[in-house]
């Protein structure tokens, strides 16, 4: 917790700004310090080197990426996604690779730190990835759907495509009402949310470049594990009965 270190009392210095992912939050005391966080600090240039010592201030660290913790999160997300949970003679469930890896993924950042691992990387590093994921991510979809198009449309016509189209775009648009006119949420946390509880991947791509700042990344990440884990327990239990 930031509250924690004292800094008014024991340097004198004053948190003014937090920057996270590419947004300012308003600091406060009881709020949590992830990694890769930068805090504009106003201090004495003799207790700012105090600060400093607290908090760090070298960004080429900060830069540098271990890949450790990566694969590590990878393997133990496919050993428990590996794992079945059998209930009765016809009823068995397992989370599968996906569900595994973000399962394992959103406890290990919760923990954080274990001993010298640390489970969180920096914001480029993050960004990096999440393009790179992003763009192979585009390329397998677009070739497997690409191939069958024709075959689809020549089979079902484009009776199928209308459907597909209705069931689509109703959600959004109930969800856009709610989140916007009820809620009063942002317009970008609302696009980032949208598209993480349809893990529509593509859509995140189609909303970044709308903007600046990772509001909707933050949103997508935050709604597409809960979303993705519920789809594969829900898919399941629709084929059981």
Do not use: C
């Not at 800094?7 to 996270?20: E, F, I, P």
């Not at 805090?39 to 540098?64: H, P, Y």
């Not at 497997?144 to 079902?156: D, P």
């Amino acid at each position: 917790m930031l509250g924690t270190f004292n800094l008014w009392s024991n340097y004198q210095a004053t948190v003014t700004r937090l920057r996270r992912s590419g947004i300012d939050i308003t600091p406060s005391p009881s709020m949590r310090l992830h990694m890769g966080d930068k805090l504009t600090v106003a201090s004495s240039r003799e207790n700012m080197k105090q600060v400093v010592r607290i908090f760090g201030n070298n960004d080429k660290k900060l830069s540098d990426t271990d890949f450790f913790p990566i694969a590590a999160g990878i393997v133990l997300g496919i050993i428990l996604g590996g794992l079945s949970l059998s209930f009765g003679e016809n009823i068995s469930f397992n989370l599968g690779l996906t569900g595994g890896i973000l399962a394992v993924a959103m406890i290990l950042s919760r923990i954080g730190r274990t001993g010298p691992i640390i489970w969180s990387m920096s914001g480029a590093a993050t960004q990096l990835l999440r393009q790179i994921g992003l763009m192979f991510f585009l390329v397998e979809v677009g070739t497997k759907a690409g191939s069958q198009l024709v075959e689809t449309y020549n089979q079902y016509g484009s009776q199928l495509f209308v459907i597909g189209g209705v069931i689509t775009i109703l959600p959004m648009l109930l969800a856009v009402i709610s989140a916007h006119f009820m809620k009063k949420m942002n317009i970008l946390t609302m696009l980032g949310a949208i598209t993480g509880s349809m893990t529509s991947t593509p859509g995140l791509a189609a909303v970044d470049p709308m903007t600046d700042t990772n509001a909707p990344a933050i949103a997508y990440a935050t709604v597409y594990p809960v979303a993705m884990v519920l789809l594969i327990i829900f898919t399941q239990l629709l084929a059981v009965f």
